[in-house]
């Protein structure tokens, strides 16, 4: 088993920053990939930033491309999300995400509110 637990969710207004981290534990051999997914309801499942592990580099929305900033410390099982200039449509629940061998996981969710 394999749980993603994140943390630095919160409220913040039009412009401002805010730093996601989530710590991957448990049955963790190989990573291949660890990155961040937003939701907002009524709609589906969103990327916002990959990174994969192999050195195939990064991959971000269009939408968050500038402004948010991916990073790993591999050493810790640990990913982060940079976001600056956040605008009311970064609003959403962002979802930790990892995947080892075939197998994907999630965390529970931390919401992020843009709002004046």
């Known amino acids: 088993q394999v749980q993603l637990v994140e943390s630095g969710g919160g409220s913040v207004q039009p412009g401002g920053s805010l730093r996601l981290s989530c710590k991957a534990s448990?049955?963790?051999?190989?990573?291949?990939?660890m990155g961040w997914y937003r939701q907002v309801p009524g709609e589906q499942r969103e990327l916002v930033a990959l990174?994969?592990?192999?050195?195939?580099?990064?991959n971000y929305a269009d939408s968050v491309k500038g402004r948010f900033t991916i990073s790993r410390d591999n050493a810790k099982n640990m990913v982060y999300l940079q976001m600056n200039s956040l605008k009311p449509e970064d609003s959403a629940v962002y979802y930790c995400?990892?995947?080892?061998?075939?197998?994907?996981?999630w965390g529970q969710g931390t919401q992020v509110t843009v709002s004046s």
């Open positions: 995400y990892t995947r080892i061998r075939s197998y994907i996981y």
């Open positions: 448990g049955s963790i051999f190989s990573i291949n990939a």
């Open positions: 990174s994969i592990t192999s050195g195939a580099g990064t």
